[in-house]
């Protein structure tokens, strides 16, 4: 509900293209402070105490956005936003680390996003009821509220189930970078930065080109529906034939959907690209989720996988405000095309480097037997 309608309804209020990225700049600048943190609270106190304080968060953050009747107001919603957010998901994925072997972590990891994506259509479907029969300002305020009492649920039942799964013993020193760190680390900041361009201009675009009211964008976005059972069968995947690959062949999906947005004839042409979009992320954001946890020890989990979603997040972090510029002072294409040239370079350069590697891994046995 929050990402379909975040930048409609604040357009509503007022709102310019620039000011809309700012509220998805503000949400990323939040999880960049608050992600370090977080990291080594979890190697420190424990993976349960953060998932509760998240939760908590989250209550927070829903009902603010239940009063929000100014931009003011959404801006301080996004921050309870990104406290929650920044703290959930780093807990929940080191959580799966801690628990799941690196063989099937992709999978369990797809898995995570799977779960997530059902909750968030049942609260679209809430959501969208509402507006059905509501002003949009209206629906906004009593989806929230209802969206603040089942965060409130969430946390009575992590309090009661969710069982602590840190490793015993004192936390390890974390490792500089070597190489593939590196690498790893510039592939998961570009993916984040060409992905953030689009993020607040992409319902603009639909809004201002097709004029989609709101209640059509649930039929637009229907292809969402991919989140809540691909994700897993696409970790899985790279749990067998290689992750890298199948990110390769994700970021050139991507790339092509994303592209292609501008210049689509139709709205069922619309549907039928954005279902590829969704369908490209189904495959990238597991492996990149796997590949991440699996350069960790269980000591020293919760600050190296905060290092990398630091590295996300500073990729993501200017992508808003950089995209809604492009859109308002250049052209409505252009962050489009400058996301999906990003990605096309990104997977070019991942394909290369996996060749070099390979070719490199090859020759030295080779040489150790000259």
Known sequence: MLSILLPIYARQLGASATAIGGLFSVF?????????LTGRALDRYGRRP???LALTSFVACMLV????IDLPHLYAGRVFHGIGAAMMWLTLRTMVADTVPNQHRARIMGRLTEQAARGSMFGAFF?????GFLPLASAWQWSFLGYAALSLIALAQTWRRVPE???????SLVTPWDINGIAL?????????????IGPVFLILLTDRFELEPTMLGAVMAGGILYAFLPSRAGAWGDRIGRYRVVVFGLALAAIAN??????????MLILVYTVLVGAWCMVTPQLDALITSRTSALNRGRTVARYEFVRGAGA?????????????WHVAAPFITNSSLLLLTAVTTTVVMLYSRTKGAAKPNLDHA
């Open 259 to 268: 592209g292609s947005f501008p210049f689509l004839p139709s709205v069922w």
């Open 317 to 329: 972090a200017c992508g808003p405000l950089v995209g809604g510029w492009l859109y308002d002072e």
């Open 50 to 52: 953060l998932l509760l």
């Open 127 to 131: 959501g969208f009821t509402l507006i």
């Open 65 to 68: 956005f239940g009063r929000s």
């Open 28 to 36: 990323t600048a939040v999880l960049l402070i608050v992600r370090p």
């Open 185 to 197: 680390s510039a592939l998961v900041a570009t993916v984040a930065l060409a992905e953030a361009l």
């Open 165 to 171: 799964t840190k490793a015993e013993g004192q936390p």
